[in-house]
């Protein structure tokens, strides 16, 4: 569908007649559909070489995921809800839009009301913040000026009590990098107000959907894997004491750590098909001890570890 559907314009793919949410459209490039489309086509090769399928369309797909068009970012000073803010909460801020023509330019912001914890109204669902989770296309490995636009939409959206998006906004403040404390505080207060019996949590629009806000938001808080590297503990409260095990990790990889006064203890990796391992070192400036199939040592920012199918590994710091 998406090969015959983008339309190559000006040297770049351009999805028209598209919607950011429901009954949105007819929009240009909406934010969900430029970062799945960038997401879909590189995986999309990789799995084609994997299974040796579809060789002769590869090209096309290297070409849509090289030529999608980029987001759209607009000044925060230029949203309405924020005309009246103070300067300097908005200076030199910027935020995703929602689409880049033909549409709304932000979803609808709880910011100046979230801290009353009430479900009080709803966004519309779909919007610029999905294009972070389940998106992916922000991260800590982004540059700064990406990451900061995240962090911002995050921020202003403050979507923390919503209707629709409380099942994928607490993991899109996670890898965005907002504060942790404040995370596990909404995450806290959500639970305390809107938890049932059976242990799931109930917003008027969403149904099994919030069965994920718990588990995506820790997961992220734990472990971010989607770009190039597997990141430990990337957003978690530096004085708070948490441990996880067997997550799972993009390339097949099942991950386990601690972290304890403020040090991650280990890491215990095992590689459920077999490949490569890419870890940032938790360690950084240490060497980095392994055992597993026989003790040996590493070092580095970044630690490239060759892995076979149902090996496991425990890392520690060597000193």
């Known amino acids: 569908f998406w090969d015959d559907y983008l339309v190559l314009k000006d040297g770049r793919y351009v999805s028209l007649n598209d ?10 490039n909406p934010a969900t559909t430029v970062s799945f489309i960038r997401l879909l086509y590189p995986s999309l090769i990789e799995i084609s070489e ?3 399928q579809d060789e002769d369309r590869r090209g096309m797909w290297r070409d849509i ?51 009353n914890r009430k479900i009080t109204s709803s966004s519309a669902g779909m919007s610029c913040v999905q294009a972070i989770f389940p998106g992916w296309s922000f991260g800590i490995e982004s540059d700064a000026k990406e990451r900061e636009a995240a962090l911002s939409t995050v921020t202003f959206a403050a979507q923390w009590y919503d209707f629709n998006n409380s099942c994928n906004f607490y993991a899109d403040a996670a890898v965005a990098g907002y504060d942790p404390s404040e995370i596990l505080s909404n995450l806290d207060a959500l639970i305390d107000v809107y938890e049932k019996s059976d242990f799931t949590i109930t917003t008027p629009g969403g149904a099994t959907e919030d ?79 392994m055992t597993g199939s026989g003790p040996r040592e590493i070092s580095g920012p970044e630690l490239e570890i060759p892995m076979k199918a149902g090996e496991t590994l425990v890392l520690t710091p060597a000193s």
């Open 65 to 115: 995921a090289a030529r999608m068009s980029p987001f759209t970012y607009i000044p925060a000073s230029s949203l309405p809800f924020l005309k009246n803010a103070p300067a300097e909460l908005v200076k030199d801020k910027f935020v995703i839009r929602d689409c880049e023509a033909n549409g709304a330019e932000f979803p609808r912001s709880a910011y100046f009301t979230y801290k």
């Open 50 to 52: 994997l299974l040796g």
């Open 211 to 289: 069965v994920a806000i718990i588990p995506c938001a820790l997961q992220n808080m734990f472990l971010q894997s989607h770009q190039r590297l597997i990141h430990l503990f990337p957003n978690w409260p530096a004085d708070q004491d948490a441990a996880f095990g067997d997550l799972p990790a993009c390339g097949g990889f099942l991950v386990g750590s601690r972290k304890s006064h403020g040090k991650i203890d280990y890491v215990k990796v095992t590689s459920v098909r077999g490949g490569t391992c890419r870890l940032a070192n938790p360690w950084p400036g240490s060497k980095v001890k």
């Open 19 to 28: 919607s950011i949410c429901e009954n949105s459209g007819p929009n240009t």
